[in-house]
DNA sequence: TAGATTGTTAATCGATTAACAATC
DNA sequence: TAGATTGTTAATCGATTAACAATC
């Protein structure tokens, strides 16, 4: 209850409970329980009263959670109950498609420039409304914009360079989507996006 | 020493062994050590060591490993020693993402077909030389041509549908873009990538 | 009230780390 | 040989689960 120092694997299962809170909103449902969303999760009830027991007391006894409530709990406590800037570096396939992704605006999140190094795309317009700008613009940019989180969609080779400009701008919080483990001071959270790994992790259990 | 039962955790750090000591054999390099591997990927030494003791001794006392030979040796233990077809449905902007990434033909991926369900989508060819399929005939096509892992790039709304659809069909592992927690039988493996989720997991570190 | 479900404690389980003999 | 690093054991640390009093 009120714990400072959370650990971080409970921290990454809240964007979960959130994610699943919102859908079950969406179905006009308006509470749910720790049993309820652990079998839609896997996850066990016991576990969920514990990770959720960190932040504080969100539920009634005999009844269960009320979902709106810990839904805006939850988005207060994971500080998406503000709306942060992200810019996204790499205006590739991937670049794109992170460009024009639905699902970030209601979950916190908007695209607030993208940058790439190709000539022929820069000043192109994005079907968002975003203009491509030149990366050699990327370090004055976000530090004139106090961007606080970065999304790397570059090809591996430009990945720690691409990293650590942003860092040097006082970028704290990256998404590298590179297939690279960077190198960032202990300062920067780096969460890693690899679909190759996961692929793999999943091969494992195949014959 | 060759258990069964290694732990999924344990699993799960091996593709990034593997991707780290590709990174280094493309760097020329041809020997490291658990202490190099650990720096590099923010992991104690220790813990390699142990990862991979549960699945043989691949280094020399005093020396440390070679590289060729231990990335040889996981990608077996991984079994990406071969190529795994891939099926993708969702020809989005994030399913063209996929159908193009360079970063599966030389990590034991292929994707072999993608489908879609916009009848304008469907026919159409894609730059690597895929035609889009139609979705109605998913089922039928991942049965015949035997396929065993799947790639979800549907919105969300779609995405539970498609996953029973490819399991019904054979399908036993899934990476699944859409921002959903899947169900699934427990003989179907399951990865999520959601990138609103890693975002949010990293602004909880953020004022 | 009776039934249900929370929040929390204590027990269990599992993963990480430290340490070191073995040995290249 | 001397130095380095593995593979492994045992100790530590941390996370999950089971159980239940509290209470809605």
């Not at 066990?44 to 709990?73: M, P, V």
């Not at 079907?127 to 591996?156: F, H, M, Q, S, Y």
């Amino acid at each position: 209850m009120g714990d400072r120092q959370v650990p971080d694997i409970v921290v990454g299962r809240l964007p979960i409970y959130l994610r699943a809170l919102t859908f079950l909103k969406a179905d006009n449902r308006e509470i749910t329980s720790s049993q309820e969303l652990g079998d839609r999760l896997g996850i066990s009830s016991a576990q969920i009263r514990k990770d959720l027991s960190h932040f504080g007391e969100f539920g009634k006894q005999g009844t269960g959670y009320e979902i709106r409530y810990l839904e805006d709990n939850l988005r207060e406590i994971l500080h998406v109950d503000r709306m942060w800037d992200v810019v996204l570096v790499g205006a590739g396939d991937l670049g794109n498609a992170l460009a024009s992704y639905k699902g970030f605006a209601d979950r916190g999140f908007r695209v607030a420039a993208v940058f790439d190094a190709a000539p022929e795309k820069v000043g192109q317009k994005l079907p968002g409304g975003l203009v491509i700008e030149d990366v050699n613009t990327l370090e004055t940019r976000v530090r004139e914009a106090g961007w606080k989180i970065g999304i790397i969609a570059v090809p591996a080779d430009a990945a720690q360079k691409v990293a650590s400009t942003l860092i040097g701008a006082g970028v704290v919080a990256l998404l590298n989507y590179a297939p690279i483990s960077l190198i960032a001071p202990s300062t920067v959270r780096v969460e890693q996006i690899d679909p190759t790994v996961h692929l793999q992790h999943l091969t494992y259990y195949l014959g």
